[in-house]
Each structure stands twice: as C-alpha cells, then as structure tokens.
C-alpha cells in the first residue's frame, strides 16, 4: 500500500498563487512517478501534470504550462505544484496520484484531494 497525504491548498484571487505538496510512504517502487489532476465543479477530472522520480522529467497539461510547475523534494518523495497566475477556471479539487513508473498508464494511489478555490 501507498499513502499520499495532499497539503496546500486553498482560496486565492485571481493571479495569485499557492503550492501545493503530496508526501508519499508505505510500498513505494524504486522509481515511481507522480502526478496531479484536478476536478473542478460539474466537470470530468482531468490531467494536470506528471514528473518521473529523478525529476528529469516532467509533463504538464496545455491549460497550465507557463503558470504551473511540477518538481520533486525530500529526497523525493514529496511532490509539489507550484501555481502561479491562478485563474477562475482553475478552481478545482486537486488530486495527486501514484504510478510505478513514468511511462505507466495507470495510476494506483490517489490522495485524498484538496480544495483550490480561485476567485476573480
């Protein structure tokens, strides 16, 4: 078992920022990748970013590429979202998943999400 635990989250202005971080623990793989996806009200969730376990590589969704930034800490078992110039349209639970590796379609472990909330 693995076990994501989101932080982060929360209510901004439009243009503002916030961070978001995911600490993973329990039987995690050698190499195992990350990535973050959101849910916003009424809608499908979707793909936000991805980032391998050495860092070097990383993949963001065209809504959020040049405002948001994805990178690895700790030793790298905590992932983080950097998001800057927040819009309305961001608003949205975001989740942070679990794969065994970076080229792996399926992502096994889920956080429990948080709130993002972006105001105009």
């Known amino acids: 078992q693995v076990q994501l635990v989101e932080s982060g989250g929360g209510s901004v202005q439009a243009g503002g920022s916030l961070r978001l971080s995911c600490a993973a623990s329990?039987?995690?793989?050698?190499?195992?990748?990350m990535g973050w996806f959101r849910q916003g009200p009424g809608k499908e969730r979707e793909f936000v970013a991805v980032?391998?376990?050495?860092?070097?590589?990383?993949y963001l969704a065209d809504s959020v590429k040049g405002r948001f930034t994805i990178s690895r800490e700790n030793g790298r078992n905590t992932v983080s979202l950097q998001m800057n110039s927040l819009k309305p349209e961001d608003t949205a639970v975001y989740y942070c998943?679990?794969?065994?590796?970076?080229?792996?379609?399926?992502?096994?472990?889920w956080g429990q999400g948080t709130q993002v909330t972006v105001s105009s």
């Open positions: 998943a679990y794969k065994e590796s970076y080229y792996s379609d399926h992502y096994a472990y």
């Open positions: 329990g039987r995690t793989s050698n190499n195992y990748a």
């Open positions: 980032i391998s376990w050495s860092g070097g590589s990383a």
